[in-house]
Every structure is written in structure tokens, then in C-alpha cells.
């Protein structure tokens, strides 16, 4: 199972994209979806995730409050709003299915349970 990402690009601090996560061949309504970020010289970590089954979400502590994952099931997309962004959100986002019992209070747990795709670049620059 392989996802797309898109809607990276070049924002300011304190700027705000949303990224989009879809798919083509499948349904994501049936999946619980995480997003992750992987930085330049760091390991890839998650950032959100959102609940197959009630839509319940769950935040990386750093991103609290700030970001909010949704999904638009008549769009077949899961979406991460990011907002007040910071240079320390500059990354590459990946979005990817994840084990439904992972997406709990601790992002560090969630675990990818699909193929990784190309990502999308996040750039927080002024």
C-alpha cells in the first residue's frame, strides 16, 4: 500500500500549509494513516495520526495545537493542517498506513505498516 503526498513548499515562520495524502487504488477510509517527517542528518518520526475507526488523532508534543489531521472520505484524502510553522518542522512529510493500535498518545509508536513514497519537502525559511 503506497500513498502520495503533496502540498510541500517554501513558507515562512509562522506560515501554514496543508499538506494532502491520497490514494488511487485503494480506499483510505479503512486505514488508520500516520503522517511522518524525516529531516535532513535525523531519523524518520511520527507526527500525527488519525483512527480508521472513530477518527480519533493523536500529535507529536512539538506539533500540538498547531497541527490537525482530518480526512475528506468523499475525497479519498487524509489532510495535515499545519499551521504557526516553525524552522524546526522543515522536513520531508510522508504519509503511510499504520498499525491501528499504534496510533496512541506517543507519536514515537506509531508504526508504518505500508511503503514509504516520494514525500513532500516542508521548507520554513524567511
Known amino acids: 500500500v503506497q500513498l502520495v503526498e503533496s502540498g510541500g513548499g517554501l513558507v515562512q515562520p509562522g506560515g501554514s500549509l496543508r499538506l494532502s495524502c491520497t490514494a488511487s487504488?485503494?480506499?483510505?477510509?479503512?486505514?488508520?494513516i500516520g503522517w511522518f517527517r524525516q529531516a535532513p542528518g535525523k531519523g524518520r518520526e511520527g507526527v500525527s495520526c488519525?483512527?480508521?475507526?472513530?477518527?480519533?488523532?493523536s500529535y507529536k508534543d512539538s506539533v500540538k495545537g498547531r497541527f490537525t489531521i482530518s480526512r475528506d472520505n468523499a475525497k479519498n484524502t487524509v489532510y495535515l493542517q499545519m499551521n504557526s510553522l516553525k524552522p524546526e518542522d522543515q522536513a520531508v512529510y510522508y504519509c503511510?498506513?499504520?498499525?491501528?493500535?499504534?496510533?496512541?498518545?506517543?507519536?514515537?509508536?506509531?508504526?508504518?505498516?505500508?511503503?514509504w513514497g516520494q514525500g513532500t519537502q516542508v521548507t520554513v525559511s524567511s
Open positions: 488519525i483512527s480508521h475507526s472513530n477518527s480519533g488523532t
Open positions: 503511510t498506513p499504520i498499525a491501528p493500535l499504534s496510533c496512541g498518545d506517543y507519536s514515537h509508536l506509531y508504526y508504518p505498516i505500508g511503503a
Open positions: 487504488e485503494f480506499t483510505l477510509e479503512e486505514y488508520t
